[in-house]
């Protein structure tokens, strides 16, 4: 069993940036798919990034591609997300998630992944 724990997340202005951090713990993360979604209010789940076991491939939503990376560092456990250029559009609850049974790929469809976070608040103001 993983437990998955969000942070960085706040207030910031348009044009801004913050770092998402998503710290593991239990189970073997190093080896799970990675993926970060949102959730703005009265909208539906959406995929933002995903990343492989090994960092070596990434994918990300169309809207965030060119603003946000994401990473990790298996030796702490952690992914991250890099969010530079935020917009109001971007005011979500954040969460990550992971994958179990990737095998090396990168998915965008959240009823793939197992373990999922409590999420973090991002809100941008214009």
């Known amino acids: 069993q993983v437990q998955l724990v969000e942070s960085g997340g706040g207030l910031v202005q348009a044009g801004g940036s913050l770092r998402l951090s998503c710290a593991a713990s239990?189970?073997?993360?190093?080896?799970?798919?990675v993926g970060w979604f949102r959730q703005a209010p009265g909208k539906e789940r959406e995929f933002v990034a995903a990343i492989n076991w090994s960092g070596g491939s990434t994918l990300y939503a169309d809207s965030v591609k060119g603003r946000f990376t994401i990473s990790r560092d298996n030796a702490k456990n952690t992914v991250y997300l890099q969010m530079n250029s935020l917009k109001p559009e971007d005011t979500a609850v954040y969460y990550c998630?992971?994958?179990?049974?990737?095998?090396?790929?990168?998915?965008?469809?959240?009823?793939?992944?197992?373990?999922w976070g409590q999420g973090t608040q991002v809100t941008v103001s214009s």
């Open positions: 998630a992971a994958d179990k049974t990737a095998w090396g790929n990168t998915r965008r469809y959240s009823y793939l992944y197992d373990y």
């Open positions: 239990g189970g073997t993360f190093s080896r799970y798919g």
